[in-house]
Every structure is written in structure tokens, then in C-alpha cells.
């Protein structure tokens, strides 16, 4: 007795038949076939003598597509007529066609009279728009538009299978069935053996309509791993990459600030460039939040806004209550348009109305929000750009009154070639304004001369030879409101000049060990500055500054503008690289020597602030795709004490890894530069793939600062800032995971504690 519950696959070479989606009967090529065209209304008949006989198979031909929608194209083994009953038999691979549709099975029968045509054993029905048909048994039309098929399943070009017990299809090409199931998954293992799906649909009817790429559902559940879910009554959605609108994957979770929470997106198309996403978060503990977020795709770029707004309680940063409830909200919008192939318009908008909205509600956990507008040109010889920033700090203690706002920076580079020397000449102009409601204002402008010219000698040397020329000239006023006396600067107008003169020379020496290539680069610099007074010019942009690998052999040591490194120095280090099959070493070392004994304008502490430099240096390690390892470090050169120590490792594959990123900053600097504070941290992470679609996940940051590192901290070394564990399923068609996290620290009314969070994907069901 046969099975009445639909089925999503069959035996293991039906599977893979329907895995493989072939568009052709296999070996169709092999043969034997008559083909032919004939005319609805009138089949060429045979003669009377030869009626319900059989016609010997002819040489084969392909399948040739009829010549008007009137006619029908036919392949077969045989073909039998018989001449009084009105009925045409096609059987051994027979193949029809008609309007783009087709029809393979191993015995096909149509009937003059009625136009009905049965196919029966190992029945495929091909519809134009590329789905594919199987059955036991199917009765069609003579058009093979419509028709009915039992024990269906329907193989939907956009991927994913419907099967029932009963299917019809209608004259506009909707399919309807009964008793069915819908998946997305893969219903064969990489044998070509049949398996079950890891979900799937099963509804009393279900309704198939290909022009919309639609499928709707009466008397819907969802199984999970072959367990019943909760009924969906009144389920539709969309196939493959169609975007219509509906609900959204939800999240479910739970978190120490709100207590359970459920979002619930839901998305509205606005057009084919454009649509919004409406999200309600309902909470256990607080009010409701809803967020917003309008997406648009132009002819002159993109842009997205998005929106968050509540009412809650604010608790404030030193804990103080607020008596009754207030709007809280956050807005984040960015875009980039493109008027011609030359011109960039960008800009974003960060703004929040208090500082703890966006750790209470788990948006982000940056410590300040900046907003920006730039107009950007570049061509292949010139940039251009005018830009502004806005800063909204988040942190704990800090005063909003001391952030600046800078308005507005321009900059503009133009490349020319020396007519004379050689070589090439860069020409900048920039200018800059900085402004603070509580503190001190700057203004800037600068004009720069910069010449190089690069040489290879016989012997393979690498020699650049550089001259810079730069005016500046700079207005400042509140000048004794900066905390840190070397940043302020004299008030009013003060100007300087800058002249630097270099020669940079490097060896590369190239050779086979170790089974690749290896490369050994000695490079040796010469800078010379005449003195700078850098002490009557504020400091805005040249704060953050540290000897390290990157900025070795700079021409100014500083980050920024404002700050220039005179005197006179010689910079030594060597390169180091190893090239094999699988393994690749790259590694440099380096240290500079001032001719200069006068202080400098470098802080205590940067490795820089005397004649010798500390010592520097990274490697680089990767093995395969398998090892990633990069370490950084500062050596003092007096009795080598590590002053920097940053280690990032990775070790693993896609699936399964594990991670760890460790930094130390241990520089002696004095805590009246409030920029270059040291610390300890270390980060982790790693995860585990198993049973082939599970895996497990976790990460960890601890603060390991104490007073040796940062005589300001107030931690014994050890505190926890927050850490995560998970465990996760993905597959070709749902994403499910579980992931508990804690946090360790309380800022305002965003509580310590612990937050879960679960997510359940269907993927190709919804949206």
C-alpha cells in the first residue's frame, strides 16, 4: 500500500536526478528516436493496414522545437497509432514539446477526441519559466499547459521542492496541491542517497504561482529536525532573491537592562532601489522601543537612515536617577553619491541623546560618535577635498564642552614632473578650523613643496633622494584651557618654516633557502631639519605619538601636522622576508640616531625623546591559510625592557580556530599626557565545528592594567570588561544559535550582568 504522506525524494537515483535538475532525459543523446512536428487538428495518420502496429525506430535526431505554438515536437522509441479509437501512443524515452513546454516519460498517450495526454513512468513536465515536474503519473492537456499530477514533486527553478499527493496545474500556469510539503534544503547527502530535510512545510493545500515566484500556504506548520512547530496559518513568501515585503527573521533574547525582549522586523518595499525596515522591541522590564531604517540605490550612489527612539527612565552617568520618564533616542545615517567619475559626496550623522542609550539597548558600544561631510575630487593628478567633523563624546567624566568641531578642512595635492632634475614634485595647500564651546579654538593654513626622485644603481640599490619646503601659519585663542600645558600653544597668530633635506638607500639581496626564496634588505636613512620652534604652535593632530615599525623611517615621526621633528639623524634597520609553498616569514628591526642633543619635542616615554631610539620591529608569520601570527614591539634601548608588546594570532581553519590578541603598553610616560596613558589587555576567541554543521563559540576581553603600567588605574590587574559563549547550527537552508554574554562593567543605567540571545533563520522562507 502506497504512502498517502507527501514525500521530498524518492530512491537514490531519483534524488539525484532531481539534485542535478538536468533539463534533458539522460543519455539523449544515445538513442534511437523518430521526431517530427505535427499539427494539433490534423496527425498525419498511417495507413489503414498499419493502424496498432508498430513503427520500427528511425536514425536518430534531436528534438527540433516546433515551428508555430500549433504544433507539437516529439521524440520516442516507438510510436503506435491506432486508427479507431483516435489514440496515439508514444512510448521508450519519449519526449513532447509545445510552447515551451515539455513532457519526458516512458510512455506517453494522446487522445485525438478528447486532447487529453497521459504520461506514465518516470514522468518529468518542464514549464517555460524552468521549473521541473516529476511524478507517477501525469494527465495534461494537448496545449501541456495544464493538467494534474499525482504523487508531485516540483523541482522550482529559484531552488527548493514541493511534493504532494496530488498537483494540478491550471491554464495560467498556477500550480495548486494537495497535501503537500515545501523545503529549500537539500534533500539528497554528497552520495546522491536521499536524507531529510532539516525543515520543511507541510500545509493541507498549497499554492504555487510561478509569475509571482510566490508560494501560499492553508493549514500551514513548520518541521524542525522532523519535529512539529507552532502552525502558521495564512503562510506566504517569496522564492529565491525575490524581496517583497512581510516580517523578518525575529530575535529572541534576554538581557540583564531590559529582560526578555523579542524584535520583530518588518520590512516595506518601497520600489526596487529602495524600502524601509520597521522593528518593534518589546521588552519584559521597560517600555517598547521601535527603530526605523529607510535604504535607497540611485543613479548617483546609496544612502541608508536609520532611527531609534523610547521612553525610559535615564540613570546618569554618576548615578544619579532621573524622576520620570524621557525620549531617548539615537540617529545613524551615512551615504556616498557620485555626480561624475571624478567627484565623491560623503557624509554620515551620529547623534544620541544621552550618553549610556546605546549600552542600555545593546546598539553599540562605541565611546563617541562622530559626524562627517566631505566633497572629494580626484583625478589621475590631482585631490581635492573639503571636509568637516563633529564629535559627540560617550565618555564617563569627560566634558562635551572640550570636543571639537572642525570646520572646515581643505586640502589640495597636485602631482607634477621636474622638468629639470628629474623625478616628481607633490604641491599641497591645506587649511584647517577647529572650535569647542569651553575651549580653545585653532586655526590653520600651510603650504608644502615636496620633491622626490628614485634611482636603482647597477649593483641593485634602491635610492631616494627627497627636499620639503613648508609654511605655516596659525591663529589660536582660550590657550590656558587645554589640561596639558604642551598641547596649548601661544595665543594669536604665530608662523613657522620647515626645510628638510633626505637621502634613503636600501640593498635587497635575493637568494634560495630553506626551500623558496629569501630576501635580506639592509636600509639605511639620512634626515636632516634645521630647528623647528614648535613649542609657540597648539597641538591638535600631533597628540598620539609612538615609535613604532610603521613610522620608522618617516620624515616626521609625528601623526600629524602640527608637530615636526627637527635636527639632524640617521635611521638603520633591515628587512627580512622568507617566500616558500606554504610559508611565508616577513620581518624588520630598526632603530635611529640623532646627531642632535637638545631636547626634542617628543614626550618622555615615545622612544624618541633622546638621541638614541628605542628599538623596533614586527614579523609577520603566515602558514597556509592555517597560521596568521603578527607581533609588534618596542625594546628600550637601554637594557632592552619590552615597552611594546602586541601579539595577534590566529590559528585554524574557516570552521574551527582559536584567536588571541594581547597589547602591552609599558612606556614610563607621565600621566600629565592625558594621549598616551598606558595598559594591558588581552582578547580571545575561538570556535569549534562539529558533526559538520554545529559549532561552538566564545571570546573574552580582560583589562590587565595596573598601577606599573598606568599609575591612574584601579584595577588589580585582573578585571573582565565582557565576555561571550555560543553555540550555533548553520546549514544551506537555517541558521540557529544560542549565545549568552556577560558584562563586567556598569556605565549609568547600562546594568553589569547577563544577556541571551537566540535566533532561529529560515533561510529562503520570508523575505
Not at 567619475?341 to 539597548?361: A, N, Q
Request: charged fraction near 25%; glycine fraction near 8%; charge should be negative.
Amino acid at each position: 500500500m502506497r504512502s498517502q504522506k507527501p514525500g521530498l525524494y524518492a530512491a537514490c537515483g531519483l534524488a539525484m536526478a532531481i539534485a542535478l535538475a538536468a533539463g534533458a532525459p539522460a543519455g539523449a543523446q544515445e538513442r534511437s528516436q523518430q521526431d517530427g512536428a505535427f499539427d494539433a487538428p490534423d496527425v498525419p495518420i498511417p495507413p489503414a493496414e498499419s493502424a496498432a502496429t508498430s513503427t520500427p525506430p528511425a536514425p536518430q535526431m534531436p528534438l527540433a522545437p516546433p515551428s508555430d505554438s500549433d504544433q507539437i515536437g516529439f521524440a520516442a522509441d516507438t510510436l503506435n497509432y491506432d486508427s479507431d479509437a483516435e489514440i496515439v501512443t508514444a512510448s521508450g524515452n519519449v519526449e513532447l514539446a509545445r510552447d515551451g513546454y515539455q513532457v519526458f516519460a516512458d510512455q506517453i498517450e494522446w487522445n485525438r477526441n478528447s486532447g487529453e495526454v497521459v504520461a506514465t513512468g518516470s514522468v518529468r513536465a518542464l514549464s517555460p519559466n524552468g521549473d521541473i515536474a516529476y511524478g507517477d503519473r501525469v494527465t495534461l492537456s494537448d496545449s501541456l499547459r495544464e493538467g494534474a499530477i499525482e504523487n508531485l514533486l516540483l523541482v522550482m527553478k529559484e531552488g527548493g521542492r514541493l511534493a504532494a499527493v496530488r498537483g494540478e496545474r491550471l491554464p495560467s500556469g498556477v500550480v495548486q496541491l494537495q497535501r503537500a510539503a515545501y523545503t529549500p534544503c537539500a534533500v539528497v547527502d554528497s552520495k546522491g542517497c536521499p536524507k531529510d530535510p532539516t525543515w520543511q512545510v507541510n500545509a493541507v493545500r498549497v499554492t504555487y504561482d510561478p509569475n509571482k515566484e510566490r508560494v501560499s500556504y492553508s493549514g500551514a506548520r513548520i518541521e524542525l529536525f522532523g519535529l512539529p512547530l507552532i502552525p502558521l496559518p495564512g503562510l506566504s513568501h517569496p522564492l529565491g532573491d525575490r524581496t517583497e515585503g512581510g516580517l523578518l527573521v525575529p530575535n529572541i533574547g534576554y538581557t540583564n537592562n531590559n529582560g526578555a525582549e523579542l524584535q520583530l522586523p518588518y520590512l516595506i518595499p518601497l520600489g526596487p532601489n529602495r524600502d524601509i525596515v520597521i522593528t518593534p522591541y518589546i521588552f519584559s522590564e521597560v517600555l517598547p522601543m521601535v527603530s526605523a531604517s529607510y535604504r535607497e540605490l540611485n543613479e548617483l550612489g546609496a544612502y541608508q537612515i536609520t532611527g531609534y527612539g523610547t521612553y525610559s527612565r535615564q540613570t546618569s552617568i554618576t548615578g544619579a536617577p532621573v524622576s520620570q520618564q524621557q525620549f531617548r533616542g539615537y540617529i545613524d545615517a551615512s551615504g556616498e553619491l557620485r555626480p561624475d567619475e571624478y567627484w565623491t559626496l560623503r557624509g554620515s550623522i551620529r547623534r544620541v541623546t544621552d550618553r549610556t542609550f546605546l549600552r542600555r539597548y545593546d546598539i553599540s558600544r562605541d565611546d563617541r560618535l562622530r559626524s562627517t561631510i566631505q566633497a572629494e575630487r580626484i583625478d589621475s593628478n590631482s585631490y581635492f577635498r573639503l571636509a568637516g567633523w563633529a564629535f559627540q563624546t560617550l565618555r564617563v567624566g569627560a566634558d562635551q564642552g572640550l570636543v571639537p568641531l572642525v570646520l572646515p578642512e581643505i586640502d589640495y595635492r597636485r602631482k607634477i614632473a621636474d622638468p629639470l632634475l628629474g623625478g616628481q614634485i607633490m604641491l599641497q595647500a591645506n587649511s584647517l578650523a577647529i572650535g569647542r564651546t569651553e575651549g580653545q579654538d585653532t586655526q590653520r593654513a600651510f603650504a608644502q613643496a615636496r620633491w622626490d626622485k628614485r634611482l636603482v644603481s647597477d649593483l641593485g640599490q634602491l635610492l631616494t633622494f627627497t627636499l620639503l619646503g613648508r609654511g605655516d601659519l596659525y591663529h589660536s585663542s582660550e590657550n590656558d584651557l587645554p589640561r596639558t600645558l604642551i598641547y596649548r600653544g601661544e595665543p594669536g597668530f604665530q608662523s613657522r618654516f620647515i626645510a628638510t633635506a633626505a637621502a634613503d638607500a636600501s640593498w635587497p639581496f635575493v637568494g634560495q633557502a630553506f626551500g623558496g626564496t629569501q630576501i635580506i634588505t639592509p636600509r639605511v636613512e639620512l634626515v636632516a631639519t634645521p630647528a623647528v620652534d614648535n613649542s609657540r604652535i597648539p597641538n591638535e593632530d600631533s597628540r598620539a605619538v609612538d615609535l613604532e615599525d610603521i613610522n620608522l623611517f618617516s620624515l616626521n615621526r609625528f601623526p600629524g601636522y602640527d608637530r615636526y621633528e627637527d635636527g639632524y639623524r640617521v635611521v638603520y634597520g633591515i628587512d627580512y622576508s622568507l617566500l616558500t609553498t606554504n610559508l611565508s616569514i616577513h620581518a624588520n628591526i630598526g632603530q635611529s640616531y640623532s646627531f642632535t642633543e637638545e631636547p626634542t619635542a617628543f614626550p618622555d616615554g615615545t622612544g624618541l625623546s633622546r638621541q638614541l631610539s628605542d628599538i623596533v620591529g614586527r614579523t609577520d608569520i603566515r602558514y597556509k591559510n592555517f597560521v596568521r601570527l603578527t607581533h609588534r614591539y618596542r625594546l628600550d634601548k637601554d637594557g632592552f625592557k619590552v615597552r611594546r608588546n602586541e601579539i595577534d594570532a590566529l590559528v585554524g581553519s574557516e570552521k574551527t580556530y582559536a584567536e588571541i590578541g594581547y597589547l602591552r603598553l609599558n612606556r614610563d610616560i607621565s600621566t600629565a599626557v592625558e594621549d598616551l596613558r598606558d595598559r594591558e589587555e588581552l582578547r580571545a576567541g575561538a570556535r569549534v565545528a562539529f558533526a559538520r554543521y554545529w559549532s561552538v563559540f566564545g571570546s573574552a576581553i580582560v583589562d590587565l592594567t595596573d598601577a606599573e603600567e598606568d599609575p591612574l588605574a584601579d584595577s588589580d590587574g585582573f578585571r573582565p570588561i565582557r565576555h561571550r559563549l555560543g553555540i550555533a547550527y548553520d546549514d544551506e537552508c537555517i541558521s540557529l544559535g544560542l549565545t549568552w554574554r556577560r558584562d563586567y562593567q556598569k556605565v549609568g543605567d547600562a546594568q553589569r550582568g547577563n544577556s541571551f540571545l537566540f535566533r532561529l533563520a529560515f533561510r529562503n522562507l520570508g523575505v
